[in-house]
């Protein structure tokens, strides 16, 4: 339990390093890049929330099973069977530019 929220506030505390660094490094630059660093902006958010989407269930149902609140052992295999590979299915798609191309176009 104590892993994996570790784990889900380093990859947090990264992308908000790389937002941080990228929006320093497009200050001086002109509208061009102010509309690179807003995309980047866009992927990073999206990146955050769907972890987000898909861990913090996990997290709050293993913390849930380890204080004895309910017994979670059958709903592991729901986890790691469907939700947790949902997350490595969306990541490729957010990493993409064509996806926001199409979310805007649909939107």
Not at 15 to 42: N, P, V, W
Request: aromatic share 12%; hydrophobic share 45%; glycine share 0%.
């Amino acid at each position: 339990l104590l892993l994996n929220c570790t784990c889900f506030l380093i990859i947090a505390a990264s992308y908000m390093t790389i937002s941080s660094a990228s929006k320093q490094s497009t200050a001086q630059l002109g509208e061009r890049f102010r509309k690179r660093h807003r995309d980047t902006q866009r992927k990073i958010s999206a990146i955050i929330l769907s972890d987000c989407i898909c861990w913090m269930p996990f997290i709050l149902v293993c913390m849930l099973h380890s204080i004895e609140v309910f017994d979670a052992t059958e709903w592991y295999s729901m986890f790691s069977v469907v939700i947790l590979p949902l997350n490595s299915v969306i990541n490729p798609f957010l990493y993409d530019d064509s996806f926001y191309k199409i979310v805007q176009t649909v939107v």
